[in-house]
């Protein structure tokens, strides 16, 4: 949506009366609702935490830093209570509940809105992720989690007892923050999966099994949901550093540039580790066929050895009266040294051959 366009839906907001945003039915929101607001600046820090929405609201301070946080989604009157608080448009207040909404950012008259995904490494392999959304105005900050629980927590303390330039610094700079430590996750998230890139390729080089199949097919599926993550994340904040909202200050655009080049370095690894995963696909079937084709050369070689002892042992097994060997009195054991000097040559001239 263009910007004309949402200042357009917007300013037709401020006269009409704001439509109710409801749950989609389809998207799995925690019912556990967590409320906190820290307002800061300079010389002040207050931090509250579950208590009604009505006090938090009221104790924001137009002199302070204001941010909000909410985890969990399901409450649908507390999130239109905020909207209507901070003039929130209603097609806002949906993407914010839409928890497929793929990364985007909005900007409207008073304030940007900007969606992506928070992601995490769970136990083993798993990766886990929530819907997290942010509306920056001039004093405030607005987070919506999806889920309770955050990698922010180091922020709160650097603003707590006052570690760098956060307490002089506006929301802006707090946003900037909020998206690095994000963005920084992914690194982790995929260091992880380059590692387990590269144990796979051990694996298949050695012993490829069918458990390493499936594991290239999960890292597929993986990285097709890493892409659908990180590649808009790219479109929105090369929109977010052209700053023609003019809600980003000069000297902390710098810093969003610098998540911006994060961003696309991450695309880079992304798009080399899916080739390697195309790599090791290819590596696991040329190794599958080559162990296939070893099994076959070496039942040929032993199905190629006992043809000519089958073939004596046929004459032999044929039934006439009249079998000059069979009246010899060493008859039997010369059979069995001339059958055995016939595997023996055979034996040596497959080796010589290099057949096995």
């Known amino acids: 949506m263009s910007s004309k366009k949402i200042n357009k839906l917007h300013r037709k907001q401020t006269h009409t009366k704001q439509r109710k945003v409801e749950p989609d039915a389809s998207s799995s929101l925690t019912s556990n609702i967590i409320l906190e607001m820290i307002s800061f600046n300079e010389k002040s820090f ?19 830093i204001n ?32 928890t497929d909404q793929r990364p985007k950012l909005d900007e409207y008259d008073d304030h940007i809105f900007l969606t992506m995904k928070m992601l995490y490494r769970m136990g083993g392999d798993e990766i886990d992720y929530e819907h997290i959304s942010f509306v920056l105005g001039k004093d405030f900050l607005l987070s919506f989690q999806e889920k309770e629980g955050d990698i ?31 963005v920084d996750s992914y690194y ?64 902390t655009l ?11 370095h991450l695309i880079d690894s992304l798009d080399t580790y899916k080739d390697l995963t195309s790599t090791l696909m290819d590596l696991y079937m040329n190794t599958i066929n080559y162990k296939m084709n070893e099994v076959m050369k070496l039942l040929t070689i032993i199905t190629t050895i006992f043809i000519p002892l089958s073939f004596i042992v046929g004459i032999y097994g044929m039934n006439f009266d009249n079998l000059p060997e069979l009246h010899w009195q060493y008859g039997y054991f010369y059979v069995l040294i001339g059958m055995g000097a016939i595997v023996g040559s055979m034996i040596f001239y497959f080796r010589y051959k290099k057949w096995f």
């Open 46 to 64: 207050l931090r509250v935490e579950n208590i009604p929405i009505d006090d938090i609201l009221e104790k924001c301070d137009k002199q302070s």
């Open 254 to 264: 710098k810093y969003y540039s610098d998540v911006y080049d994060h961003v696309i």
């Open 188 to 251: 982790t998230i995929l260091e992880n999966v380059g590692y387990k890139v590269e144990a796979l390729e051990e694996n298949i080089s050695q012993d490829p099994a069918i458990e390493d199949f499936r594991e290239i097919q999960e890292l597929k599926k993986e990285f097709i949901y890493l892409r659908k993550v990180v590649y808009p994340l790219r479109e929105a904040l090369n929109k977010l550093i052209k700053n023609e909202s003019g809600f980003i200050e000069p000297q």
């Open 152 to 182: 922010f927590n180091y922020l709160r303390e650097r603003i707590k007892i006052d570690t760098g330039v956060f307490r002089k610094r506006g929301a802006d700079y707090l946003l900037y923050r909020l998206v690095d430590t994000i």
């Open 67 to 98: 941010w909000i946080n909410v985890d969990g989604l399901a409450d649908t009157g507390l999130i239109n209570k905020i909207g209507q608080h901070f003039n929130l448009h209603y097609l806002l207040l949906e993407d914010v509940m839409n």
